[in-house]
């Protein structure tokens, strides 16, 4: 499935779903999920569905569909939809509870966690909450970029993440994480190491049990520090590979911002498929690839994205098989796929009917 934004000749912008059934060349229309006026920040941009009918659009508002597309119903949501994750017919959503007007972007927000065994008819909060779980700069259209949330590796183990520095006695230099293998019965507290005061951060886990995050600075200019951090045991120890060897002084991060590829453009997701081999997109940045666990990234051959155009979705099915979103810079929007684990790749222009 996809989404598609449009513009009707009364000037009106529309998110219309859609789906293919040939890798991505052919696209066909089901229904309108949302419109609004143009020019304003959208009420939902992320997709996701079960291995039913039932499909999410959200972030920050819901829209719900059980008859695999064809209908969207907006669901009202007391808090700000971070997250909606399915795992076989369980579906679990992510929301923070900003107060009441407080002010976008500042202060932290609690978050609650739902879960769904009816491909979401019905909600019924977690067993229990990830104790202190808290995210910052979570207000509607003011979300970090390349923030995960909640990250599902099965029907019964989940992590959650906060936003660096926002969790209860956290630092600017690691972020909270908390962790699941029960459904959300009982939940364990740790952090994931930065190394360095960010913004954001991005979580994968692989198939061999080993997470891999990537922290983020505030960006500018097409530039933006990051690290790579790699936990092989479920987020209690981490080995951090910054862009700086040493302190972050201003002519080390001049030095590395005009030198390494992992520092052009921004964070925007990654998708591991073991401890060294993760691959990362981002506005204004081609897809990268590191595998040697986040000592060395490099861009991938042939270029996908780059300065003024980017990447947007990576998603690996397995070690081999994988998929790519992001911008031909001649013509528009484009897939790329790879099935020997992004040795080589094809390209594939999708068409709307």
Same mark, same amino acid.
């Given at each position: 499935y996809g989404l598609f934004d449009r513009q009707s000749p009364d000037g009106v912008c529309e998110t219309v779903a859609a789906k293919t059934t040939d890798g991505g060349a052919h696209f066909t229309r089901l229904g309108m999920v949302d419109s609004q006026s143009c020019g304003v920040s959208e009420n939902a941009s992320m997709l996701s569905f079960d291995n039913h009918s039932d499909g999410f659009v959200y972030g920050p508002k819901l829209f719900v569909t059980h008859d695999g597309g064809v209908t969207w119903t907006p669901r009202a949501q007391p808090g700000t939809v971070l997250s909606v994750e399915a795992s076989g017919d369980s579906v679990w959503m992510l929301e923070a509870d900003c107060p009441v007007g407080a002010n976008p972007g500042v202060g932290v927000c609690p978050f609650r966690l739902l879960e769904s065994s009816d491909g979401g008819h019905s909600w019924k909060p977690s067993p229990t909450e990830p104790p202190g779980a808290v995210g910052s700069g979570v207000e509607p259209f003011v979300s970090p970029q390349g923030q995960s949330w909640l990250l599902r590796v099965s029907a019964s183990s989940a992590?959650?993440?906060?936003?660096?520095?926002?969790?209860?006695? /956290?630092? %600017?230099?690691?972020? +909270?994480?908390? *962790?699941?293998?029960?459904s959300g019965s009982t939940w364990t507290t740790e952090a994931i190491s930065c190394g360095f005061p960010a913004l954001s951060v991005s979580l994968s886990a692989a198939s061999d049990k080993s997470v891999t995050a990537v922290c983020a600075s505030p960006g500018g200019a097409g530039l933006q520090v990051k690290s790579t951090s790699v936990s092989q045991d479920s987020g209690r120890t981490w080995v951090t590979h910054n862009v700086c060897p040493g302190p972050f002084t201003s002519q080390c991060i001049n030095s590395v911002l005009a030198s390494n590829p992992?520092?052009? +453009?921004?964070?925007?997701?990654?998708?591991?498929?073991?401890?060294?081999?993760?691959?990362?997109?981002?506005?204004?940045?081609?897809?990268?690839?590191?595998?040697?666990? @986040?000592?060395?990234?490099? +861009?991938?051959? %042939?270029?996908?994205?780059?300065? @003024?155009? +980017?990447?947007?979705?990576?998603? *690996? *099915?397995?070690?081999?098989? /994988?998929?790519?979103?992001?911008?031909?810079?001649?013509i528009g929007p484009a897939l790329w796929t790879t099935t020997d684990g992004g040795a080589t790749w094809s390209e594939i222009v999708p068409t709307i009917s």
């Amino acid at each position: 499935y996809g989404l598609f934004d449009r513009q009707s000749p009364d000037g009106v912008c529309e998110t219309v779903a859609a789906k293919t059934t040939d890798g991505g060349a052919h696209f066909t229309r089901l229904g309108m999920v949302d419109s609004q006026s143009c020019g304003v920040s959208e009420n939902a941009s992320m997709l996701s569905f079960d291995n039913h009918s039932d499909g999410f659009v959200y972030g920050p508002k819901l829209f719900v569909t059980h008859d695999g597309g064809v209908t969207w119903t907006p669901r009202a949501q007391p808090g700000t939809v971070l997250s909606v994750e399915a795992s076989g017919d369980s579906v679990w959503m992510l929301e923070a509870d900003c107060p009441v007007g407080a002010n976008p972007g500042v202060g932290v927000c609690p978050f609650r966690l739902l879960e769904s065994s009816d491909g979401g008819h019905s909600w019924k909060p977690s067993p229990t909450e990830p104790p202190g779980a808290v995210g910052s700069g979570v207000e509607p259209f003011v979300s970090p970029q390349g923030q995960s949330w909640l990250l599902r590796v099965s029907a019964s183990s989940a992590y959650v993440v906060s936003t660096p520095g926002s969790s209860p006695g /956290g630092s %600017p230099a690691s972020a +909270g994480l908390w *962790f699941t293998a029960d459904s959300g019965s009982t939940w364990t507290t740790e952090a994931i190491s930065c190394g360095f005061p960010a913004l954001s951060v991005s979580l994968s886990a692989a198939s061999d049990k080993s997470v891999t995050a990537v922290c983020a600075s505030p960006g500018g200019a097409g530039l933006q520090v990051k690290s790579t951090s790699v936990s092989q045991d479920s987020g209690r120890t981490w080995v951090t590979h910054n862009v700086c060897p040493g302190p972050f002084t201003s002519q080390c991060i001049n030095s590395v911002l005009a030198s390494n590829p992992l520092a052009l +453009g921004y964070l925007g997701s990654i998708d591991s498929i073991s401890a060294t081999t993760t691959f990362l997109v981002g506005d204004r940045s081609q897809l990268l690839v590191t595998r040697d666990g @986040g000592k060395i990234w490099q +861009g991938v051959n %042939p270029r996908i994205g780059g300065t @003024g155009a +980017g990447t947007d979705q990576v998603i *690996f *099915f397995d070690s081999h098989d /994988g998929i790519v979103l992001g911008t031909d810079s001649n013509i528009g929007p484009a897939l790329w796929t790879t099935t020997d684990g992004g040795a080589t790749w094809s390209e594939i222009v999708p068409t709307i009917s």
